[in-house]
Structures are given as structure tokens and as C-alpha cells.
């Protein structure tokens, strides 16, 4: 059965950073693309970014573009996720997910547990 | 700016059926945008119910079934059960390397 399992998350002050890791196994990661979707308190679910399978294309919302980096390392199954700049609106639980196979646009199918993120002084 | 629209509540009697739907305000959904639908409860991650417009997922009962309805992507219910009250998520491929969520549907089955 696919797993994804997301670690990193924590409480960070605004305008720091932080990093979130996706440890995949159970399938072939590196014929996937990957993504982050995060969700706010009581809100509804938001994409942030994703990454080719080969990590040769990476796409991301407005919102995060610019501050937030998608990156994947294939010899290890892991999908990062650096965030610079944090502000209090980043605070949600980030889900990793898995895209479609080998340039595929399918939305993601399996997801991580997610982790949380809070943004506080 | 394009927005993903749903329907914010729905209700279903037990047993019977319920069409979910997810528009876009820009144009018609089509099965490019490669519609998927989430179920999720509190606490939980995201289950993925349908992809690629009318695919389920594994596990996925037939009663969940997708398809394209005029200019939307709807997920119907049919045969609602009481487990089936949840917050329900489309996302749509946006043909420029971006995805879009909508904003939800909660489902009151009573």
C-alpha cells in the first residue's frame, strides 16, 4: 500500500523558515509527480505546488510563489517542501500527495497524514 | 481569476441520492481538467474518491460515481449512508501547471 509520511512541521516565529519532508515508499516515487496541499484551520483544502517526476518541471500557487520551494531527491523516496519568509496565513496542516505517473496531469490519489505548521509569535 | 465553485451544503436522506457539482467561473469543466473528488472528515487526511473524472479509487464503493453534468464535474451518491456525511473537495488541472481546489461541500445525511 502507498505510504507518504510528512515530518518537519512545528511552531516558527514569522519570517522564519522551515523545511517539511514526504518519506514515500510502496511505489515507484521517481515515476510520480508530487505534491504539497496544505489546509488552514476550519478551511477548505489548498494546493501549494507540485514537481515532475524528474524534478524538471515545479509549479506553485500565487500565494506561496516566490517564498516556498518544492524539491524531491529520488534516490531517497523523499519530497521536500522549504518554506522562507513564513507569515501567520501559512499556518495549516501541509498534506503531500501523490501526483500522476510519468508526466500524467491526474490530481492527487494517495495522501500523507499531514503535519502542522503554526506561524506565531 | 478563476474560481472553483461548490455547492457549501447538501443534504441527503438516507438511502436516497445527491449530486455534488464543481464549476468553474471561467469556463466549462471538460475531462482535461482532470477532475478528481475528495472526501474528507474532521481530523483526517483527504480520501480520494474519483479521478480522471469517472475513475473511483480503490476501495471506493460504485454507489460514489463521477461525470461530467452540462458545464460542471458532479459526483453522485447513490444509496447515501449515514458514513457518508463529510466535507466534500474537487480539484480541477487548470491547463497551466496549476491545480485548484473547490471550496467544499458539507454533506448532512438526515
Known amino acids: 500500500q502507498v505510504q507518504l509520511v510528512e515530518s518537519g512541521g512545528g511552531v516558527v516565529q514569522p519570517g522564519r523558515s522551515l523545511r517539511l519532508s514526504c518519506a514515500a515508499s510502496?511505489?515507484?516515487?521517481?515515476?510520480?509527480?508530487m505534491h504539497w496541499v496544505r489546509q488552514a484551520p476550519d478551511k477548505g483544502l489548498e494546493w501549494v505546488a507540485v514537481i515532475w517526476y524528474d524534478g524538471g518541471k515545479k509549479f506553485y500557487a500565487d500565494s506561496v510563489k516566490g517564498r516556498f520551494t518544492i524539491s524531491r531527491d529520488n534516490s531517497k523516496n523523499t519530497l521536500y517542501l522549504q518554506m522562507n519568509t513564513l507569515r501567520g496565513d501559512d499556518t495549516a496542516v501541509y498534506f503531500c500527495?501523490?501526483?500522476?505517473?510519468?508526466?500524467?496531469?491526474?490530481?492527487?490519489?494517495?495522501w500523507g497524514q499531514g503535519t502542522q505548521v503554526t506561524v506565531s509569535s | 481569476q478563476t474560481v472553483v465553485t461548490q455547492e457549501p451544503s447538501l443534504s441527503v436522506s438516507p438511502g436516497g441520492t445527491v449530486t455534488l457539482t464543481c464549476g468553474l467561473t471561467s469556463r466549462s469543466v471538460s475531462t482535461t481538467h482532470y477532475p478528481s473528488w475528495y472526501q474528507q472528515t474532521p481530523g483526517q487526511p483527504p480520501r480520494t474518491l474519483i479521478y480522471?473524472?469517472?475513475t473511483r479509487s480503490s476501495g471506493v464503493p460504485d454507489r460514489f460515481s463521477g461525470s461530467i453534468l452540462g458545464s460542471k464535474a458532479a459526483l453522485t451518491i447513490t444509496g447515501a449512508q449515514a458514513d457518508d456525511e463529510s466535507d466534500y473537495y474537487c480539484?480541477?488541472?487548470?491547463?497551466?501547471?496549476?491545480?485548484?481546489f473547490g471550496g467544499g461541500t458539507k454533506l448532512t445525511v438526515l
Open positions: 480539484v480541477f488541472y487548470m491547463n497551466n501547471g496549476l491545480w485548484l
Open positions: 510502496q511505489f515507484t516515487f521517481s515515476s510520480y509527480a
Open positions: 480522471d473524472t469517472n
Open positions: 500527495a501523490r501526483g500522476g505517473v510519468w508526466g500524467s496531469y491526474r490530481s492527487p490519489d494517495y
